[in-house]
């Protein structure tokens, strides 16, 4: 592999552009972050650091590295014209300094670690923990929940809340980075009402942060640990940010995933385990197809032949006095619950009316297990942790009928008002060609 004589002045001229395209097109600081990649470049190539013939393999490196950081922010880089000269300029020197594509590139700068912090490995890279890759002048992340419990009610990331019969096993999130499925089973034998006995997580391998991992909890098994023993992402260089802490043993565990500033709550409450997840928007959406992904209940919420109306539910049960769903009667319930001393119970854990509250008593009215009461508080506890927007906790009737997306109930009410200003918008453009 060699290196001409023009090849310094080529590439320090290459280096020199670096600034003038963060000056001209201010983009390349926010999300997308390839002010970081062109920054950890310059520092590699430039400085003490003279381009020479003889260090041909080390600037080799250098641009596979920066060649390697441009994709890991490609996602966030469409259509920011730094990023896209940034991949040009790197193409173009490889062909000119006749470098490999494939070949090593520079180890993760060691990182020191405050004194007295054991929980993160000093050698993890900066790309293993997601907060901190961002850059100091960017956007702060976005965080969305997720939360599964109960008899299942599930509330999506985007703040839809329903309750679903989904029995077997059904997938919650699937994107790029982790999956997780869950198992539902009936909660007394030929009865509709069901709940989580299995949960499974996978972690995919991901750079030089975390090996793959699995987490597998079922009902009465609530490991602290991974399935192959370990509590961490495995042998990799960040694999401190991936770990498990046990909070309460055989009841609560909690899985902090910093490489994707993610985390999860995972508890055992009763016989059944509920499930509550935070991660950044960008992480939820970290699809392949996202029009083809099919089911993801978090992202998608439950398809429409598994709902349970909720609402036309609770009118009935005000008049009726007793729960019954379509299938077998629950005489062999634990406990006889009637609609008031149902809401009697449930006030002890949760004093404000909302959809938790609401799903309480429909749990206990469905099945007698005073144990669901706990799941639906733990659930809104969960929330108050791990949601971003402390003003949307609670969550009432009207959230839900909004479904899948939160997206407002569309009819002639709103399509006009937005037809009319699209027609007033395109006047007005039609007079200005004109």
Known sequence: MGMGRGAGATALGFLRILPVFLCVFPAATSQCKILKCNSEFLTATSGSHHLSTEEAPEFCTALRTYAHCTRRTARTCRGDLAYHSAVHG???LMVQHNCSKDGPTSQPRL????????????????????EKSFHKHSAPPNYTHCGLFGDP?????????????VQGAWPLIDNNYLNVQVTNTPVL????????NKLTIIFKSFQECVDQKVYQAEMDEL????????????????????????????????IQAKYIGTTIVVRQVGRYLTFAVRMPEEVVNAV?????????????????????????????QATEGRARRKGPSLTSSPEFFTYETAM?????????????????????????????????????EDVKMLHSNKDKLHLYERTRELGPGNAAPSGPSRALPVLWVVLVCLSQCWSVLL
């Open 90 to 92: 790197i193409d173009d």
């Open 111 to 130: 990182r020191t670690l405050p004194p007295g912090d054991s929980q993160e490995r000093s050698d993890s890279p900066e790309i293993c923990h997601y």
């Open 153 to 165: 009610h599930l509330r999506t990331f985007t703040d839809s809340f329903q309750t679903c019969k």
């Open 189 to 196: 034998p030929g009865s509709a009402a069901t709940a989580t």
């Open 223 to 254: 490991p602290a640990a991974f399935t192959d023993g370990s509590k961490n992402g495995g042998d990799k260089h960040g694999a401190s940010s991936l770990k498990i802490t046990e909070k309460v043993s055989g009841q609560h565990i909690e």
């Open 288 to 316: 392949e197809d996202r029009d083809n992904q099919g089911l993801y209940l978090c992202l998608r919420g439950c398809p429409s032949n598994q709902l349970i109306d909720f609402q036309t539910f609770h009118s009935a």
């Open 344 to 380: 009697a119970k449930c006030r002890e854990k949760l004093p404000v009316e909302d959809l938790y509250f609401q799903s309480c008593v429909f749990d206990l009215l469905t099945t007698g297990d005073v144990n669901f009461t706990l799941a639906a508080y733990y659930a809104f």
